[in-house]
């Protein structure tokens, strides 16, 4: 029996057709792999820059208006995301508006120096109204990320969206429109490298007229 068996291990060891099975499946298991994660990559990339392109949107919409904006005029803007963004539509149907965080804020930059008339720094502003897509899940995506804005003042910050501040960059006399959108992504594969997460989109546009209530 112990002879019958050196036999068998023998002849796999001099046998390539084993080891070349064993190695295809490793390589079809890698290449699958990288074909799943690849097309997760570009899925992934797509939703980010429409998005983007779909906060940019809004908010061009949206500074076009020449006269203060209520809660009908800010949902009616905001319907065309369904054009704009049309992957949550085809994912999430009517319930788009509660898978998509909306938030639409105008904001007066205010001088540093209260007194200050002429070249003034601007270094806060003041967000003179706020409306947050009129869904609970709207709501929810927005505070989840951390860019929920309430009334009241604004600081200087980085390029990542937040609800305390705005980019340094953009305070300056006058008035600014900030459209943000979260949208909560879910990967086709379940096996892909990219889990679910939040994609936040922040535009900034000056208005045309005057948005103030």
Not at 15 to 20: F, P
Not at 39 to 51: G, K, Q, S
Request: proline letters at 4%; glycine letters at 8%; aromatic letters at 12%.
């Amino acid at each position: 029996a112990a002879d019958m068996f050196s036999v068998k291990i023998k002849r796999f060891r001099h046998d390539d057709r084993g080891l070349t099975l064993i190695e295809t499946s490793f390589y079809m298991f890698f290449l699958a792999l990288m074909m799943v994660n690849g097309t997760e990559i570009d899925r992934y990339a797509r939703f980010v820059r429409h998005l983007g392109f779909a906060a940019e949107g809004i908010g061009v919409l949206m500074s076009q208006h020449n006269a203060p904006m209520g809660n009908a005029d800010w949902s009616g803007d905001t319907s065309a995301l369904i054009w704009l963004y049309p992957e949550v539509v085809a994912l999430s149907g009517q319930q788009w508006r509660d898978a998509l965080g909306v938030q639409t804020t105008l904001v007066r930059f205010v001088p540093s120096d209260p007194a200050c008339t002429e070249n003034c720094t601007y270094t806060r502003a003041q967000v003179l109204w706020t409306w947050s897509g009129g869904t609970e899940g709207s709501r929810a995506l927005l505070d989840a990320k951390g860019v929920l804005r309430t009334c009241g003042l604004l600081e200087q910050g980085t390029e990542t969206p937040a609800a305390q501040s705005l980019p340094a960059n953009l305070f300056q006399n006058g008035q600014l429109l900030v459209v943000t959108l979260v949208y909560a992504y879910k990967p086709y594969f379940k096996t892909s490298f990219i889990g679910e997460r939040r994609i936040v989109r922040e535009a900034y546009v000056v208005p045309t007229g005057d948005l103030d209530i």
